[in-house]
């Protein structure tokens, strides 16, 4: 009785998500639902002592990172720099290689610091314009998409500032760069497989002659690249992310040593000493210096662009990272709640039974993720829960932390863009099409990044490489 309640909680939240209610809601209900039905007197200090404790602690270290991202994010959109760096992209590679032109661009956005949501609204009127052109199906465009913006560039690859690179970060005590050749072996996989079935389904359409199609919805208008900033210019904020936080990553550490205390003899308003452990933060330090340094670079170098739409875009930033950190945060509290439950010792015990950790870890959030339709809240809730064990089965198998981080990272990736998910949800209103249409492509790129989990897992039993 007590795995069912679990099990109820986990359907019930993943219902409501795919029907399209707010997670910040439902989440606890489903939570204190689960308590209720446990033990009806608990209700209140679980969500008092469990759910918020969990909710806020995760507000507190990452908000920065969804709040910046945001920003970051909305000034490379005012600043009119992901128009020029698309519109260079398909100058310089060629409109003959579209699905590489879009993934190009999307992983480069990406990788950047740019919010995947923000990608696909940059990307879209340019990608249809291609697609257009060429006389290529719109419906295969959302693939395209998820395999640039969805898929290694938010996960695989090292340093990535994104939020599903981050969150491991203070579990394992590891940074942003962790396991550096395993995540760029993934990538390759990702790619290569990736392309090859998005050009095999391009060929096979076209070879049928279905067109660009008709009677489509959404459609953009034609683009004017005319006055588009220099792409060289455009594209020196996300150089400067990247580099900014591999520097800060190295460099935190040298600054304050293994910790940093602020003492009331600094500060006189502090009445006690404030010790920081700076080991674990460093990671999310680092993102958050080097996208402040991003976002003040483009302000210099496009302020008469940004000002004027500044104001109201930085609210919209604003709105759109509360949303996004309130959502996970949300998440992570139900499930430290689940994870108190008796009915997860059943789920934990039957995951334990997988011998091998990182094949463990890899199911675990891999099903987690796809339960919630949210990578970052799908692995916050595997690492609230099992964290310890997956941190003891590695240490036990003498693998490195870092290891366990990347093939964490990853498998969040895997499995969360199911049907339910909010960016897939995004990605194919922004575009006009249905699941019915175009979710059977986005279906193949989740597939390919699950068995890039496990690809990378068997090379590094192979080969050792970390």
Partial sequence: MSFLIVLAALAFLMLAAYRGYSVILFAPIAALAAVLLTDP?????????????????????????????????????????????????????????????????????TYGGVSLFVVVFAVYPFAAEMYRQSNIPKRLMP?????????????????????????PTTFFKTTGWAAPWLGVIGSLFIIVVGLSFLEWRRRSAMAKGEGYGTSLVNEPERVESTS????????????????????????????????????????????APVTTAVKTVVAIWAVEGALLLGIVLVLLTAFPRVKERFAGGTRAAVAG?????????????FGGVIAALPGFIVVSDALK?????????????????GITGSASGGMSIALAAMSDTFIAGAQAAHIPLEVLHRVVAMASGGMDTLPHNGAVITLLAVTGLTHRESYKDIFA????KTLAVFFVITVYYLTGIV
């Fill in 143 to 167: 693939g395209a998409i998820a395999l640039g913006a969805f898929s290694f560039t938010m996960d695989s690859l090292p340093g990535t500032p994104q939020i599903q690179n981050i969150i």
């Fill in 228 to 271: 588009l900033p220099n792409p060289v210019l455009a594209i020196a904020p996300l150089v400067l992310v990247g580099v900014a936080n591999f520097a800060l990553t190295k460099w935190i550490p040298t600054w304050y040593g293994a910790s940093y205390t602020v003492a009331p003899e600094v500060l006189p308003g502090v009445h």
């Fill in 445 to 448: 790129v989740t597939i390919i």
């Fill in 321 to 333: 990272a509360l949303l996004a950190a309130m959502n996970t945060a949300s998440e992570y509290g």
């Fill in 353 to 369: 039974s997988i011998p091998n950790p990182l094949v463990n870890a890899a199911i675990s959030v891999s099903a987690l993720a």
């Fill in 41 to 109: 007197a608990a209700v209140a200090p679980v969500f008092s002592g469990i759910f918020m404790e969990k909710m806020v602690g995760f507000v507190k270290l990452y908000f920065p990172v969804f709040l910046l991202g945001a920003v970051f994010g909305k000034v490379i959109e005012l600043s009119g720099f992901s128009e020029s760096i698309v519109a260079a992209a398909i100058r310089y590679i060629g409109k003959s290689r579209v699905n590489a032109v879009i993934v190009a661009v999307c992983a480069l956005l």
